[in-house]
């Protein structure tokens, strides 16, 4: 009964253990985060998705530099001002 005795108080130790509960919160967390990443198979959508961005913000830049030289332009102007 003695030797019955010891098992079963150093399973109990094993088993309430931080570093045993740390082990297994991280072996879930690194399968969630695989099942996570491979939900999409082939990843087509998501590289569709950044192409389509990728499009959407080119278009967005010629504009984005004329706003610029404006606003540089203002700036130059009222600086010529002030020190004139």
């Known amino acids: 009964m003695n030797k019955l005795q010891k ?3 150093s399973i109990k130790k094993i088993v309430t253990s931080p570093r ?3 082990l297994a919160l991280m072996l879930l967390v690194g399968t969630v985060a695989c099942l996570a990443q491979n939900t999409a198979g082939n990843y087509e959508a998501g590289t ?5 961005v990728t499009e959407e913000i ?3 830049v010629p504009i984005v530099v004329k706003l ?3 606003i ?3 700036v130059a102007v009222v600086g010529a ?3 004139g």
């Open 68 to 70: 610029c030289y404006a």
């Open 72 to 74: 540089a332009g203002v």
């Open 7 to 9: 098992i079963k108080n």
């Open 58 to 60: 080119a278009k967005y």
């Open 20 to 22: 045993l509960s740390s």
């Open 48 to 52: 569709a998705a950044l192409t389509t």
């Open 81 to 83: 001002i002030s020190v």
